[in-house]
């Protein structure tokens, strides 16, 4: 299949499509313009609703109702945005819908900068909404991942019933490279929850509100229950070499891309090096860390960012101190130089 | 003897938690009234706002779901985006529609998406034990005004049955109140009319009801009926604003 | 093989679409290439710029802080990323707009005064496309014959115009600037 | 002439019902509800026109009107 | 002094009134609304502004307003109102405002219910908001802390120019207990920055923004710097026996009242047990657990939620196969016979 | 020869980001002017949105705050609250004003707030490279209304100034446009009556400018203004609907 | 010594007031005292209940799973708590609104018609009062005295309201109800 | 009579000067600014009345006006 060069915004909304996404709902914002305008094209083309919401929370809310009628639903904007989204994405993974939601971050915190960043992981992983919710996290680190995990997507929402999000960042988005526009074959996942009118059958909700004494804390329960499900089978991870490293440097999305130039330039002068680049970021891949049990190991990990995905592998590495971190906010990205420096420095 | 007034179908039979008196409970029955009149039960879906009306899904035997405090109307976009055929309704209360999710309502109307919405207008925040509303007449006292709602400070009480009826998007934007029977059967035929709007592909279309929450207006249900008529209708004129 | 070029001016000057074509170029050639682009309230005023990295091998970064080419269109894109390129590097300078062109000692310079020419040529729009002219003089990381093709795909079914870069590409790549 | 059937379990004691109803044939009783409410029953039965005045303002659906 | 009996939300807004604050801005959300009234109430007293906003977000806005221009100003809401808010605290913090949040958390995820959870851990601790910024999270377990540590954050906010937020729940908020209104001698914190017209000095700005090339980063990294003055100076943190003790409880806020009852039984039982109740949540105590180098040590985390501050500790203890976890979310409250049950299970 | 024009004291003398022909420009030019003349640059804090005018500081010599995208009604609304005397006003763009942040427009609006907001309708999102407004034109071609703003799926566009003339919290409300001298003359009438309402206590004061966006309207300058005069102003009048 | 003490019924009965009560009298008596309402949507309509807790050690919750006393003032609520009542345990059912009191035969269970005796004594609103009558009759947590402050608290300067509620407590402290 | 000051690292070309000048004072120049602009500049000096049209209009307040 040729190769096609589409900036990453694109090349999400057309994944997008092609999985069968038909509604998609957004508002403005930079570094994510060129997917929304995208969409604005494309669901021309394909008979498919695209809609210019008046603000964030509105855009997420249409999803809501949108997924709720059983469609394909997508929204995406960029950190502040997001910020805005999280009562929504709340009530979502609360309601149990499926959704797709994109955030390709940029510098904060506030108005910040318009740079890439990755100082989203914590929003994303941890729940920037209230309540015991999770998101499955998605961070692809090329175009062509763009692609396939924002096709992925799709069906781990509708499997899961779950909102998912792709965390990309402005380098990603804004960046052209070759990609394959690979056919999708989504799952065609049954939805027998979906409200289209109470004909021929009894009348159906969707809520998140439980008052029933013990109500919410069962539904709570189910839904750990589910995630522990999404635990055991979607953890995505890619690794280098881990088994015989010493060093193991750990990034994703952009920083992953240096990160795997900065591990090949340590092999080749000689130093013991690999990598774990987490694909789900949500179920984090921590049998990875734990089943390398090696004491002398050391972890490096890089991020665009002040240090947030670092407190998730000083959990898993079964010990901190054998941690390090290396990155900076606001617009910074590692230089592969650099990182090969940080890796010379723990041997 | 024939029944000549009983439930009807979408009603199901079964306690409500509102208060003694509260209008909630007759704006539902005309609400399910006129979808059964219209026969359009199997294919309506409702939004539940966040207010006293939170748990309309125990009340009304259709397809219902819920949204966050003062999203219904985007919600509802979503939702008729995906089956235009369905009939799609939002009910919400001042808070909920004119406070914090008034952004949401004008958009909606601007758009002119083919919804209708059930507006209880009831000068309170019921749910939430009584506070200012955007509705909330000056110099009513609520816990949030302990002196009376202040003019100075929060301005009047806002029209939007008018305001809306500015907005080209709006085919048809009407007031009422269910303060005694004659009323009630005008709310009836308003609330018809709004959903027929919709049938017929028309455009946004919104009834303001005036509604009683003795509760909070600290007066029986009986006075609460009269203060609609007297005070009420006052500051918010009944009528039609746009059709 | 791996070759940074940044292509800079101020917005309007087309170096956006420089970059476009020439990463284009390099993958209708083969190679693994990115393409990022600066934007944002950036562009708006101030100076553009676009960041080509074709290679052999797999790019980690589409973003060069010590590119081997830098197609600078005006005065404050000369002197911001003039200083950047990298040792021995390749600076192609639009004259028309470049009073004081950027002095290091350590790079090839190659002056053109891509402006009045494309000016000459009866559209001021393609000064761009002489740039890139200049551009494959010096260095043959991408063919002609590709950066065509990758020009029709960018901007399709404007013959007219089409002509008129055929020929503005060509008027680059005959000048002598040195 | 009409009749009217309260439910007692439905009836919150709000009494619009014998606000609006022309005839006066409801009162409240003395009778409680499972809630501890005391509900409103029909008195002067005989004088019920079915006119569903009551029923139509009923909060509750409480009031079910025959003729 | 004598003790008076209030509900909690109230001894927030004496503490707040005591403290200084003369600006409340806030949206009423069930279980924090005696809050809101009393603020209406006490304002109008003492000549303070109280404003019932239009939403949280404007809320949270309206605070940022009145930082600005040198007033100490508070808003209050609880868990999906908190949610509402992230992009405004996200801003407060990139523009070094300072500024009193209170969210007296509900069950969630959505809509929930208004039972008492401590469910918004992550959020509040880790950035439920976009970027790089803390905030200081104070936990009152009781009446008399719920004033105190109010109290404590607003001089916190002024003297770091952060906005500190108090994570209480509906718990703490509805019940009464006695409490001791001891008068507040608040810090007079100058504040050279504030907005107030350019009058005989150079005009200033407050802004999040930086677009210069490096300056988001450099921004970011004194926001870090002021991170660490913080943790250095700020951590506070209760313990009880915990160098003797076998089993260490970790809990907060309410889920802390509960566990040091059990720890008593526990101790009556001969059980050697001990615990470690962190009032800031950020910066954490992570000291105490690295101060506790002795293997055989276990901890029980009671939290009422999945499992959130447990994260912390499995990262602070040096080894996560040492600590478990008690907890529901949805309203549950532990029993305190049944933390005791857990402590046993652990020896 | 005497200086008869020249940069008013409140206007940095510094190159602005903004494209060529850029209405913000002048905008911000008549605001310095008016403050200068009125005298109140020492006590007045600006307000800056997040849009094109978003570096807004840099351009003013005045003390100037950041506001969220569509919030500075309500930050202007926090900073009254502490000293009234201060003059406050914002400068908005019709994405941040009309779109995400209407619901704090209507209700500082409907409040009354003693403010003023400087509200740029170029009928576009400038800064994020030409999307929809909720002021864009049935028919304009936007980088999200690729065939056109589609009337039928987003309805007309909204009339600010007319609307927010009907709450009674507003002083003074406004439409004039940068389109040619006599009109960029009448706009700083309006700006200075507006802030001059402030001054005087009256409460919400807003004027609505018809402003070029040359680069996404796809327009040379010049053509961006005569667009103003013959399409623009068609659908947007100009008048004093408030005062 | 520690009292777990319900009160429940219907929105307007008052039941939070006999919280609010029993724990101010709770703490002028120099005990640790907690009150506990519902809330929320619960309150409409459905039942309320508070819970107050006096103890003369620290309190861990103010929630009760298993209280000591149940002042029981509507047939629902009668149910929804009664059966969590601790063994030993005492429940005050007001048998005005409640027809088939709630069988075990491990509790103390007193029965008075507190809302007819309210209604006879001319002020249906201070049947919560004849229940904390019943209460310390029952047991003397609390002193009548104690009770009586703490009323004046809650509810200061009505005068008449105050007397017939002093009344009132009389009353339910005097009633046979066995 | 008047005069005009054209500040040409101020002006962005956009030319709006030109088209408002009654007396067609004003002209593109073919000298370009630090951006490469092609600035304004007045060509028919002694035109000019001083009317201050073009600086009213300038977006870029890079004209000082004289009389
Ligand atoms: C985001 C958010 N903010 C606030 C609340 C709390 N809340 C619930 S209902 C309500 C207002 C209820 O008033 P209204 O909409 O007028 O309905 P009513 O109860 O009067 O029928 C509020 C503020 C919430 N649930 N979510
Ligand atoms: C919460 C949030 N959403 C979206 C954006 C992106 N954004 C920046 S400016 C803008 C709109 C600009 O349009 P307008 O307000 O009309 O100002 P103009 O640029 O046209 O002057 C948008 C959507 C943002 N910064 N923050
Ligand atoms: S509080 Fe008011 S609106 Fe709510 S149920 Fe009671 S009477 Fe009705
Ligand atoms: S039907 Fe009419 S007459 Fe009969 S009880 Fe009802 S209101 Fe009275
Ligand atoms: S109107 Fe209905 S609820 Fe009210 S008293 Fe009559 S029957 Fe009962
Ligand atoms: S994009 Fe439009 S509004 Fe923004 S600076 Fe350029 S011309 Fe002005
Ligand atoms: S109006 Fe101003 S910026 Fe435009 S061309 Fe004239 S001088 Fe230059
Ligand atoms: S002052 Fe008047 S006459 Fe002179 S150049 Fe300007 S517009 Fe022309
Ligand atoms: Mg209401
Ligand atoms: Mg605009």
């Given at each position: 299949m040729s190769k096609i060069l589409m900036c990453g915004n694109e090349v999400i909304g057309e994944a997008a499509v092609q999985a069968g996404c038909r509604h998609y709902f957004g508002y403005p914002i930079t570094p994510q313009n060129e997917l929304t305008a995208y969409m604005a094209r494309r669901m021309e083309e394909v008979g498919g609703v695209f809609l210019q919401s008046e603000s964030e929370l509105a855009a997420i809310n249409m999803v809501l109702g949108a997924s709720a009628c059983g469609a394909r639903a997508m929204t995406s904007s960029s950190s502040p945005g997001i910020s805005l989204k999280q009562e929504g994405i709340s009530y979502i993974a609360g309601m149990e819908l499926p959704a797709v939601v994109v955030n390709v971050m940029r510098g904060g915190p506030g108005l910040g900068n318009i740079a890439p960043s990755q100082s989203d992981y914590f929003q994303a992983v941890k729940g920037g909404g209230h309540g015991d919710y999770r998101l499955i996290v998605l961070a692809p680190s090329c175009s062509q991942e763009l692609y396939d995990l924002t096709a992925l997507a799709f069906d781990l929402a509708d499997t899961y019933r779950n909102p998912v999000m792709i965390l990309a960042d402005g380098m990603l988005g804004q960046m052209m490279e070759p990609v394959t526009l690979k056919k999708i074959n989504s799952k065609r996942v049954k939805k027998p929850w979906v409200l289209t009118g109470a004909k021929n059958r009894p009348a159906r909700m969707l809520r998140s509100l439980f008052l029933e004494a013990g109500a919410l804390e069962k539904h709570n329960e189910k839904l750990q229950e589910k995630y522990r499900r999404i635990k055991a089978k979607e953890v995505r991870c890619e690794t280098y070499n881990i088994s015989r490293a010493e060093v193991i440097v750990v990034a994703y999305g952009s920083s992953a891309r240096l990160t795997k130039a900065a591990v090949k330039m340590a092999e080749e002068r000689g130093i013991k090096a690999g990598y774990i680049k987490p694909i789900t970021l949500w179920p984090f891949p921590e049998e990875v860390f734990i089943n390398e049990k090696d004491k002398d190991k050391r972890y490096l990990v890089v991020e665009m960012n002040e240090g947030q995905m670092v407190e998730d592998v000083e959990r898993c590495a079964g010990d901190r101190k054998r941690v390090s971190f290396y990155g900076h906010a606001g617009g910074w990205i590692p230089q592969v130089e650099d990182i090969f420096k940080r890796i010379k420095k723990l041997v | 003897m024939k029944k000549v007034f009983g439930r009807t179908r979408t009603l199901r039979d079964t306690h409500t938690h509102y208060c003694p008196g509260c209008g909630h409970g007759i704006a539902h029955r005309l609400v399910a009234e006129v979808i059964d009149e219209l026969g359009i039960r199997e294919r309506t879906i409702g939004i539940a706002p966040v207010g006293c009306a939170v748990l309309a899904y125990y009340y009304w035997d259709l397809d219902i779901c819920e949204a966050p405090h003062g999203r219904p109307p985007a919600v509802a976009t979503g939702m008729k985006s995906v089956n235009p055929k369905n009939i799609v309704f939002t009910y919400q209360g001042d808070g909920d529609l004119a406070a914090i999710g008034f952004n949401e309502t004008i958009h909606a109307a601007n758009r002119g998406e083919n919804i209708t919405v059930i507006f209880i207008?009831?000068?309170?925040?019921?749910?939430?034990?009584?506070q200012m509303a955007p509705t909330t007449l000056c110099g009513q006292v609520t816990a949030t005004t302990p002196?009376?709602?202040n003019a100075e400070r929060y301005g009047q009480p806002i029209h939007v049955a008018e305001l809306l009826g500015h907005l080209p998007g709006v085919t048809f934007s009407s007031r009422v109140a269910l303060s005694d029977i004659p009323n009630i059967m005008k709310t009836k035929q308003a609330i018809k009319k709004a959903f027929q709007a919709q049938m017929d592909g028309k455009g946004f279309s919104i009834v303001e009801v005036l509604s009683p929450c003795p509760t909070y207006w600290r007066k029986t249900p009986v006075e609460a009926l009269k203060f609609i008529k007297k005070d009420m209708t006052k500051i918010f004129p009944l009528g039609v604003f746009k059709e | 093989m791996r070759e940074e070029i940044i292509a800079a001016g101020?917005?309007?000057?087309g170096v956006m679409l420089i970059g476009k074509i020439l990463a284009y170029a390099g993958m209708l050639e083969g190679k693994q290439v990115t393409y990022f682009p600066s934007y944002g309230a950036e562009v708006r005023g101030g100076t553009a710029n676009s960041t080509t990295i074709i290679s052999t091998a797999e790019i980690p970064t589409p973003i060069s802080s010590h590119p081997d080419v830098l197609l600078a269109m005006n005065s404050p894109s000369c002197k911001k990323f003039g200083s950047r390129l990298k040792k021995g590097g390749l600076l192609i300078a639009n004259t028309s707009l470049i009073e004081d062109v950027f002095k290091r000692s350590d790079l090839t310079i190659m002056k053109i005064p891509a402006t009045s020419l494309a000016h000459d040529l009866g559209n001021k729009r393609s000064a761009n496309m002489i740039m890139i002219g200049a551009y494959l003089k010096y260095k043959a990381i991408v063919s002609l014959k590709s950066v065509e093709k990758a020009f029709s795909i960018f901007l399709p079914g404007k013959k007219d115009f089409w002509d008129i870069n055929k020929k503005a590409l060509r008027l680059g790549m005959e000048y002598e600037g040195r | 002439m009409g009749k009217v059937v309260i439910n007692p379990a439905r009836c919150k004691g709000c009494k619009l019902c014998i606000e609006v109803c022309p005839r006066n044939v409801l009162v409240p009783s003395s009778k409680n509800n499972h809630l501890g409410i005391y509900v409103v029953e029909p008195k002067k039965?005989?004088?019920?026109?079915?006119?569903?005045r009551c029923a139509m303002i009923c909060p509750d659906v409480a009031i079910e009107v025959y003729r």
């Open positions: - | 207008n009831n000068a309170i925040y019921g749910m939430t034990g009584g002196s009376g709602r | 101020f917005g309007g000057q | 039965v005989g004088e019920c026109t079915g006119c569903s």
